[in-house]
């Protein structure tokens, strides 16, 4: 059963930090791998799509990384602002069945 | 564009009460699906379909029932209502069920008493 762990749950950084949110899962035969955003009573938004055969994906500050074989993925954000602050979850779909398994999120604060 | 809409936003149920949540997705998308989200517990697929008139069962189906009469709407049932079912309920789509990004709605935010 594919599990997929988030760490640290929350974190706290001062704004203009570069910094890196993590996700691993214990299944390697995914499909694709999703980050995704959530802001405080609101829905998710997809920030980054990685398919199986690609190693990152890149959209404006943030850049997300692919290492199957050890079962983890990085969210890379550069130069953070306040209005990075939300929930960032990860999500994995596997190659059976073709669900979407998530990732408890990382709750994430950047202080002015 | 309005993506994918839930409906309604917030319910005040009573244990076994019955109620239904609507999702309707403009973007003419094949798949459909139903999650709930608990504190510490991220999110947890219900329901999904693959296509109009398809529906499957998801991690915890329990206590639910779904129906794709239309492509455009998913609807989620509670037929007799338990307090463990007090969360938020989201409704996603996609385009297919593989390499494109899920389109969530805004989320349906439900209390049983």
């Known amino acids: 059963k594919q599990e997929v762990t988030q760490i640290p749950a929350a974190l706290s950084v001062p704004e203009g930090e570069n910094l890196v949110l993590n996700c691993s899962f214990t299944?390697?035969?995914?499909?694709?791998l999703q980050w995704f955003r959530q802001d405080p009573g609101k829905g998710l938004t997809s920030l980054l799509l990685?398919?199986?055969?690609?190693r990152e994906q890149t959209s404006g500050r943030l850049n997300a990384s692919l290492d199957k074989s050890s079962g983890r993925s990085t969210l890379y954000i550069a130069a953070s602002q306040p209005g990075d602050s939300a929930t960032y979850l990860c999500a994995v779909r596997g190659n059976q069945g073709g669900k979407l398994i998530f990732g408890q999120g990382t709750e994430l604060s950047v202080k002015p | 564009n309005a993506g994918v809409t839930q409906t309604p936003k917030f319910r005040v149920l009573k244990t076994g009460q019955s109620m239904t949540l609507l999702c309707a997705q403009d973007?003419?998308?094949?798949?459909m699906y139903w999650y709930r989200q608990d504190p510490g517990m991220g999110l947890r697929l219900i329901h999904y379909?693959?296509?109009?008139?398809?529906?499957a069962k998801g991690e915890v189906p329990d206590g639910y029932n779904v129906s794709r009469l239309k492509k455009q709407n998913f609807l989620l049932g509670l037929e007799s209502a338990a307090p463990s079912q007090t969360s938020v309920y989201f409704c996603a789509s996609s385009y297919d069920g593989g390499a494109n990004v899920l389109t969530f709605g805004a989320g349906s935010r439900l209390t049983v008493l």
């Open positions: 990685i398919q199986s055969s690609q």
């Open positions: 379909s693959v296509g109009e008139g398809t529906t």
């Open positions: 299944d390697s035969a995914i499909y694709n």
């Open positions: 973007m003419n998308h094949e798949y």
